[in-house]
């Protein structure tokens, strides 16, 4: 690993996440959570089932196990397979989960090519790993080679100028408001070619 490898970066983030804990599953919550989604009454999602409305009342307040024959029904009103009434995506989830970062509070990591902050580190299990960077680089010899990790990475251009270096195309020189997305596990390197270091905005896929 180079002193310029975000890896660190990113075993920093992985790091800060705890276990996530799985908790079991209430089917009532689930179907009354799948229902609201659908902005259905009780009435109106067991019309599109086929059953009762007492017996989905009851199933959604945990007061009766439905038989595979209701829950079929129900998988059918609500448009979905009988497995995803027992696994819902976590995707699926709204958490409302939120970080800000004021400027200058981001924690920094220096390297010899790099000032890196990272941002918003309060959030754990996080699925991006947003940082900015001061480049301090101003050619491809200062780098140990190529950086490569894991993910995708999304760059944007705050000030200055800087030249983008990749394994498999032509260096392009970006100016602030441009932006690059590419394949994170290919050679990369970013250098510095104004008169000041140049500081970008960097995002990195943890999934």
């Known amino acids: 690993m180079t002193t310029s490898d975000p890896k ?3 075993r920093i983030a992985r790091d800060s996440g705890e276990p996530a804990h799985i908790e079991p599953l209430d089917l009532g919550a689930r179907v009354r959570e799948l229902r609201k989604a659908r902005n259905w009454t009780l009435e109106q ?4 089932a086929g059953l009762a409305r007492s017996t989905l009342s009851k199933i959604e307040n945990g007061q009766m196990s439905p038989t595979y024959d209701a829950l079929k029904k129900l998988a059918t009103g609500l448009e979905i397979s009988v497995p995803q009434l027992f696994t819902p995506p976590q995707r699926d989830q709204v958490l409302g989960r939120m970080a800000v970062t004021k400027m ?14 990272l941002l918003a580190e309060t959030l754990t299990n996080k699925q991006m ?21 894991d993910g995708e990475e999304f760059l944007y251009v705050l000030t200055g100028v800087v030249r983008l270096y990749t394994e498999f195309y032509e ?3 970006m100016r602030r408001g441009d932006s690059a997305y590419y394949d994170a596990s290919m050679g990369h390197n970013v250098v510095s070619v ?3 270091d140049a500081t970008i905005l960097w995002v990195t896929s943890l999934a």
Request: charged share 30%; no cysteine; hydrophobic share 30%.
């Open 194 to 196: 104004s008169d000041e």
């Open 171 to 173: 260096s392009v020189e």
């Open 129 to 149: 790993l947003p940082y900015r960077a001061r480049v301090r680089a101003r050619s491809m010899e200062e780098f140990d080679g190529w950086v490569r990790h």
């Open 45 to 48: 999602a067991a019309s599109q």
């Open 104 to 117: 200058g509070d981001g924690t920094a990591h220096a390297t010899t090519t790099y000032e890196h902050e």
């Open 8 to 10: 660190s970066l990113i």
